[in-house]
């Protein structure tokens, strides 16, 4: 795997936990769409990405699944955080707001001292 | 900064497992996988229909946006899973199924390899117990075996005396321990019975750490002189006896007589035996035994011993302190103990030391059977991926990687070699219970030989390495083919350089083959040579067993128990098909590896100040009829009569060695001997024949091998029967030994009901017996020979098969061009015995090497090779012939299939 598909594939994972937390259990299909929306339609996830990524964190424990309807009536496999999720989601976020901030001084006007 | 979000490492474990478990079924089905996409494709279809589109454009839009759902899929089943093991398990799905379309050939393989496995588990599982866990007890590799070396015995026996000083001057030992192996008359515990014990010393349990299942050990000063009479049972008797009743403790077993009190019970577990130790049903403490004998010095009492090193000290640490010690006492007791030391050696090498050589020639031959079992696998490798070279010509022209075509062919070699394995493993099972059966005797700890996890793993090992080292080659062959030559060919590429593999492969099998042939055949030869070897006496029809005699008041006299002896003889004698009786009476049956010995010194002499300087015969006291019993030739003079009694002047007969050692030429017969047991003047009466008294084969190699005869009429000094009674060693020549002893048995119980005879064994068993460790590796080698002459016959039969099948055309075209069906025959026959005489050759002159190897191993002071030279002619021409004959018919079938080829239909089955 290269450099940029792990960083993507770190970030869809915290999107993913992040989609889940905000609402609750969700299929597949559900958490696409919300990521497509949140992202105001500038991703878009195939098939190919979101599902290797849901299967390895439910594989590292962090989302369990189970199968049910979904509004309209179809089966669907549906997602929802646990507790190891959600201890791993309040990591990361933090992980990635310093990650970011310290990225962002290096893009922000010159305060220097 | 490669990852913003580090990875942890416990989340990756789990997933590790996760999908490790994945590969064991608990994951989800590829149906699931498809039913969740399908899921998401429906429900994007459903918004994109509401979105306006019409069915068909929603469905092309979803999927475009999508993309591919087989890439998805088999993604998502990679992460499933692991995908190397993934590819693990495709090989072995498809080593399987290529297997199942040649039962034929996976059958030869797997039992070739079964067998070679199978033999090689079974006598691995045998060397694990006898070999590498002979000792079942805390830290073997401390426990030494204690004997004391004299002039005539390398490991003779510790006086009493000797080891209290040993004990209490040695600084190596944190415990010297001593036993005395006897065997005990019980009276008055339900019918009289004769049970095995040891005399024991206090210290022996505590040093073997041994602990009782009831009760407690001796304590430490119990095996005084003098002290209380006690005993320990084993678990054995206590459950035979008293059916394991606790409250055992404090009863009173009577024992020759005397009444011992029961303070424990030693554990059915404990098991040992070495020297003349052996687990036995009763332990009494080594102060109780009654022969006044006990407190001498100097007297050889078959006492021997064992220790415990002190933790840190060696052996020749040891050594060095126990010569100083011994050397010591010899200072102070020079009549005693000049010239005596105390010997040790490692406890494990008293126990195994007989067998261990011939194990491990054992070991050798079977490892020879596995290479040939081997060789013939390799050689159906090779002469199957020469078959399908084609296959993999193809494969590696569009583009399967090298690799990955060793892989797959190991997948298939290893999976034979593991199939192999297992089917080897039942055989090793039944074929362990099988050759132990013939020889429980030979070998030490027999009883415990089992498949044990560590004779697995090794089978698992053996069969691992067989098929990863054996299918390497044929597989590296395949896979470093130039695929262009191959398929240009035919499928007839790399014949000429694997036929000439496989050639050399078969002369190596059956070099191999006729070396274990010639081993096989020696030790026949030497057996045949020993069953024909005369032990100087008539072992047919002589039946040997002991008996108990209680006392009784009326046989406190001398005469009192020669009556009771008279009567004795009498009434064996008159038991139907008896024609002779001796009694033995200080034991010493030829053979059973018990010994009794005469200190004496000549008339011209001065008595020698200690006994060690004294000259030393083995001693026989008889009765008048043992020369008629044993059929011993007698050479000059006369043998005893019932006219030698205790008042008329003692007479002793001699055997040819002792006259020759002794007098030389002289006539020894009118000569006069001092004798010490009691004091008293001997004349010589008469010269019998030498008795192989230590073993059929290794007689000569001991070095007191004169004997000497008393008769029991005239008494040896001790007068009547002692109070504890006597037991004695009684011979006896019958029309029927191997049936007549109940018979004996209740003659002797109807003359007193107290008197027990026990133990009878046949002289032909008691020499079956001494000869079992031989005729064990006879039996073995034999079988691995057969074995091994089978596989290279099976090799050849296969590479000649293989050649015939791949010349059918050439043959044909000779057969057209006016060859005819005997020229062919010949041609393929005279092809076979070339590889075959080769092999021959090679093997002819390894075998020469490998027998005089052979020849230096020993068998209790005896070559494994006996009465034949290692070269034996008979031997190896022998051999050669079968080796030829066997070769040529294997060549044979093959050779008529050639020969009878219809020319025309094989040219146009091309």
Not at chain 1, 12 to 36: D, F, S
Not at chain 2, 147 to 161: L, Q, T, V
Not at chain 2, 803 to 824: C, S, Y
Request: neutral net charge.
């Amino acid at each position: 795997m290269s450099d940029k598909t792990d960083v993507w594939q770190g970030t869809l994972a915290l999107m993913v936990l992040k989609t889940l937390e905000t609402m609750g259990p969700q299929h597949g299909y559900g958490i696409a769409r919300r990521i497509e929306q949140t992202s105001g339609d500038r991703l878009s996830l195939n098939y190919g990405t979101l599902y290797p990524a849901l299967l390895k964190l439910e594989q590292e424990g962090a989302i369990a699944s189970e199968w049910g309807m979904s509004d309209n009536n179809r089966k669907a496999k549906f997602y929802r955080l646990t507790r190891v999720g959600r201890r791993q989601l309040e990591q990361e976020t933090r992980s990635w707001e310093q990650a970011t901030a310290i990225v962002a001084r290096f893009f922000s006007p010159a305060e220097e001292t | 900064m490669r990852r913003l979000i580090p990875h942890s490492p416990t989340r990756n474990l789990r997933a590790f497992w996760i999908r490790l478990l994945g590969l064991l079924g608990a994951r989800r089905s590829h149906h699931e996988i498809a039913a969740e996409l399908d899921s998401h494709l429906q429900m994007h279809i459903d918004d994109n229909l509401r979105a306006g589109m019409t069915q068909k454009e929603a469905r092309r839009q979803a999927l475009i946006q999508l993309g591919g759902m087989e890439q998805t899929q088999q993604t998502l089943r990679e992460r499933n899973t692991l995908p190397w093991a993934e590819t693990l398990a495709q090989d072995l799905r498809f080593a399987v199924r290529q297997l199942r379309k040649s039962p034929g050939f996976a059958a030869v393989v797997i039992t070739t390899l079964a067998l070679g496995i199978g033999v090689n588990t079974a006598l691995f599982s045998i060397v694990n117990t006898v070999l590498l866990h002979p000792i079942a007890l805390p830290r073997p590799a401390e426990l030494v075996a204690v004997d004391a070396s004299k002039p005539n015995f390398e490991r003779g026996s510790i006086s009493y005396p000797n080891f209290r000083d040993w004990q209490r001057d040695n600084r190596s030992f944190s415990a010297l321990a001593v036993f005395r192996h006897h065997g005990f008359l019980l009276t008055g515990t339900g019918e009289s019975e004769r049970l095995h014990g040891e005399y024991v010393s206090s210290s022996l349990f505590p040093l073997l750490e041994v602990k009782p299942v009831l009760g407690r050990l001796f304590a430490p000063d119990e095996d005084e002189i003098g002290r209380g009479p006690v005993v320990l049972i084993g678990q054995g008797l206590w459950a035979r006896k008293f059916g394991s009743d606790p409250r055992i403790l404090g009863r009173t077993l009577t024992l020759d007589g005397g009444n011992y009190s029961i303070v424990g019970v030693i554990p059915a577990a404990f098991d040992l035996k070495f020297s003349t130790f052996a687990t036995e049903d009763i332990y009494v403490p080594i102060g109780q035994w009654p022969d006044s004998a006990l407190k001498d010095r100097g007297a050889g009492l078959g006492i021997h011993g064992v220790a415990r090193l002190k933790p840190g000290v060696t052996l020749a640490q040891a050594r060095a302190d126990m010569n100083a010690v011994s050397d010591h006492l010899a200072a102070v007791y020079p009549e005693d103990d000049h010239g005596l030391r105390a010997s040790l050696r490692p406890l494990r090498d008293a126990i195994v030391g007989n067998v261990q050589p011939v194990l491990l020639v054992l070991l050798a031959a079977v490892g020879f059977v596995l290479l040939i079992a081997c060789v013939n696998v390799a050689n159906l490798l090779l002469a199957r991926s020469n078959a399908r070279a084609q296959e993999f010509a193809v494969r590696l022209a569009l583009g399967a990687s090298r690799k990955r075509i060793v892989r797959q062919l190991l997948t298939e070699s290893t999976l034979l070699a593991l199939a192999g394995g297992a089917l080897g493993l039942a055989l090793a099972a039944w074929g362990t219970g099988a050759s132990l059966k013939l020889v429980p005797a030979a070998l030490p700890r027999a009883a415990q030989i089992h498949l044990s996890p560590l004779v697995l793993c090794f089978t698992f090992l053996i069969s691992l390495a067989v098929g990863i080292f054996f299918g390497l080659f044929p597989a590296w062959r395949v896979a470093a083919q130039q695929p262009q030559n191959t398929l240009k060919e035919g499928g007839r590429g790399m014949s000429g350089a694997r036929h000439r593999a496989q050639d050399w492969l078969v002369v190596f099998e059956m070099a191999a083959a006729l070396v274990l042939l010639v081993g096989a055949g020696l030790t026949i030869r030497s057996l045949i040579a020993l069953s024909r070897a005369d032990p100087g006496f008539q072992s047919q029809g002589v039946l040997t067993f002991s008996l108990a005699v209680p006392y009784s008041p009326a046989t406190s006299t001398e005469e009192g128990a020669f009556d009771y002896l008279h009567e004795l003889d009498r009434r064996m004698d008159g038991v139907p098909g008896v024609h002779a009786v001796s009694l033995m009476a200080d034991g010493g049956v030829p053979l059973t590896g018990d010994d009794d010995e005469e200190l004496f010194w000549l008339q011209n002499e001065p008595r020698p100040s200690d006994q060690n300087d004294m000259h030393w015969a083995l001693r026989y006291i008889v009765e008048p009829d043992y020369l008629k019993v044993m059929r011993i030739p007698l050479l000059r003079g006369r043998f005893f009569t019932d006219a030698d009694l205790p008042n008329t002047p003692p007479v002793v007969v001699i055997d040819e060695d002792f006259a020759h050692q002794f007098f030389g030429d002289r006539d020894p017969v009118g000569q006069v001997l001092n004798l010490t047991d009691p004091d008293q003047k001997a004349t010589i009466v008469g010269v019998v024949g030498h008795v192989m008294q230590w073993g059929l084969d290794n007689d000569a190699g001991f070095p007191l091998r004169s004997q000497i005869y008393r008769s029991v009429t005239q008494g040896n000094g001790d007068g009547g029967i002692p109070v504890a009674g006597f037991t004695s060693d009684i011979v006896i020549r019958a029309d029927n030994p191997e049936t007549v002893f109940p018979d004996i048995r209740s003659a002797v119980r109807r003359m007193n009901a107290q008197q027990v005879a026990y133990g009878p064994k046949t002289m032909d068993q008691i020499i079956a017996d001494t000869l079992a460790a031989r005729r064990f590796s006879m039996i073995l080698l034999g079988a691995f020979a057969a074995l091994a002459l089978l596989l290279a016959t099976v090799g050849l039969y296969g590479v000649i098969s293989y050649l015939v099948g791949q010349r059918t055309q050439e043959m044909a075209i000779r057969m057209a061009l006016g060859a005819d069906r005997a020229n062919v025959l010949r041609w393929v026959l005279r092809r076979g015995a070339t590889l075959a005489g080769i092999g021959v050759g090679a093997g002819t002159i390894a075998a020469l090497l490998v027998t005089r190897l052979m020849a230096n191993i020993s068998l209790a002071k005896s070559s494994l090779i006996y009465g034949v030279r290692p070269w034996d002619p008979v031997t190896m021409f022998g051999v050669i012939v079968v080796l030829m004959v066997v070769a040529l018919a294997a060549c044979y079938v093959p050779a008529r299939r050639a020969a009878s080829v219809d020319p025309v239909r094989a040219l146009r089955s091309e």
